[in-house]
């Protein structure tokens, strides 16, 4: 499953797993499990699937594409194995004109395996595998970590924020951002890392924030006195700042629909990006 989306912040999604399992509140009216359920019945969305054969789905791509990654999964689910979590990269380190993003709720595996050398020298062999790189050019281009892979987690309210962040900040990447979607409670981001807002930038602290509200069936309403907050803390560390959607629920709290409560804060759209050093 390979499509062109919708999704504000990326241009298309790559689905190398299917299905995923709960880990904390932002996962309770998760849109992937409805839409998996919806085609291959109840249940169906709990059983982590792996599909090698979209593997090289990248690479087959024309253009420069920003690719979320596993938009129907989390690719560090404790069902993936390590391998195939090392071909994915190894892909995306083979499709260098794509820009990847990788979300997560497994902040702790994502750790791991990414500050494992191992890992990584597995990485690499798959990247020199696709393409054909031979040992005398495996070292002078090979670069870690991944200059076109985006690397982020999921924080919707403080106390997962508090967890989640300080394990990004520990794992080697290009740029870390954070999807604060659905966002259920306020967040002080600097509480997070511990900083003051003039650390958040450079190699070791957070480089983009996605903010939106829950939409579909059960979605619960976000204040939009978190969604402001968080958007002037970027403004104060100067980190650009995406509001995606409001939700089911507009400003005022009114169940509208997503449509009609639109992605309009403080009377305007917010659609910045990070750039890669």
Known sequence: MSALTRIEWTDRTWN????????????DNCYAKTMHERFHGPGSFDTVTLHPE????????????????NSMSD????????????????????????????L?????????????????????????????????????????????????????????ADIR?????????????????????????????NADPSSWRGTAAIDWCIVGGESGQGARP????????LRDQCAAAGVPFLFKQWGAHNADGERVGKKAAGRQLGGRTWDEYPVAS
């Not at 994502?110 to 500050?115: E, F, G, I, P, V």
Request: hydrophobic share 40%.
């Open 165 to 193: 962040i300080p394990r990004l900040l520990d794992t080697p990447a290009t740029i870390r951002f954070l999807s604060c979607e659905p966002l259920l409670g306020p967040i002080n981001i600097q509480r997070s890392l």
């Open 54 to 69: 979209r593997l090289g789905q990248p690479l087959r791509w024309r253009g420069q594409h920003r690719v979320f990654v």
């Open 104 to 160: 997560t709720k497994r902040h702790a595996r994502m750790r791991s395996l990414l500050n494992d050398p191992g890992f990584v020298e597995d990485v690499r062999g798959e990247w020199a595998r696709l393409l054909r790189v031979g040992p005398s050019r495996r070292q002078q281009e090979w670069a870690w970590p991944l200059p076109n892979v985006w690397l982020g987690v999921s924080v919707e309210n403080q106390q997962w």
């Open 16 to 27: 190398p797993l299917t299905g995923c399992t709960k880990v904390s509140p932002g996962c």
């Open 75 to 102: 690719l560090f689910h404790k069902d993936a194995p390590d391998q195939f979590i090392a071909e994915t990269f190894g892909v995306m380190a083979s499709a260098a004109s794509h820009t990847f993003q990788v």
């Open 222 to 229: 976000m204040q939009p006195e978190w969604a402001r907050w």
